[in-house]
């Protein structure tokens, strides 16, 4: 795996990026995280010299990701590709069980109610089982989550950094960059993507397969073919790139 790549022209490529542990430090809890104002200035120039082909592909709802970056509006892939905004609104990729989905929440709630320090986070098609607070349960979780899934049809489950996700759906971060990769201003463009965790695996094989540049920021085995070490390291690489893309 190499370190990091050197991009000149603009025109060429289109950016997608994760957000948790790649654009922002991983935090105890979801809305504890900060989004730097430098980030977002990086993010806004990188629009503006590439017309718009920069997305961010996350874990998160699209929502949610508006109100960390805003007054910023990007297109965004949230809840690893269940829902879509772009140029045409937003929109959902896929069908999920939601009956089953109720029933598995009230388990998970009633878990984490008698487990102070889990944290349950709720999302559209998915929901996340948070164990930083209380590593501890790592086991219990996983075991807890796989068990409730086992039932389901069809359905994603992904342990991540300190959190098992279990997505009532079959998209992903790939599917999603397949998606945007279908319309302006990303068709036709090298596809680039950075992400730093285990649902970022998807979406560095379809970029992979399509030519494109990935990159894993932080430790780990992966498909991606650069790599970042940290957080700090990555931002500032995208900080460069964006200032000779301006031609600073």
Known sequence: MDFLPCLSDASAYAFFLDFDGTLTEIADTPAAV???????????SLCASTDGAVAIVTGREVATIDRFLAPLSLPV?????????????????????????????SALADFAAQNPGLLLERKRGALALH?????????????LVSELAAPLAEYVLTHGKMVVELRLHCATKGT???????QPPFKGRVPFFAGDDATDEDAFLVVNARGGITM???PGESAAHYRAPDVPCFLSWLSATADTFKGL
């Not at 900060?34 to 806004?44: C, G, K, M, P, Y």
């Not at 949230?78 to 929440?105: F, Q």
């Open 216 to 218: 894993k920021v932080g």
């Open 34 to 44: 900060i989004v730097h104002r430098h980030t977002r200035a990086t993010l806004e």
């Open 77 to 105: 892939a949230g809840v690893h590709g269940y829902e879509v905004r772009d140029e045409r609104g937003l929109r959902l990729t896929e069908i999920s069980d939601d009956a089953a989905g109720a029933l598995i929440e």
């Open 176 to 182: 999603a960059i397949g998606l945007l990769m279908q």
């Open 131 to 143: 164990y930083r607070l209380r590593p501890e349960l790592e086991a219990m979780c996983l075991a």
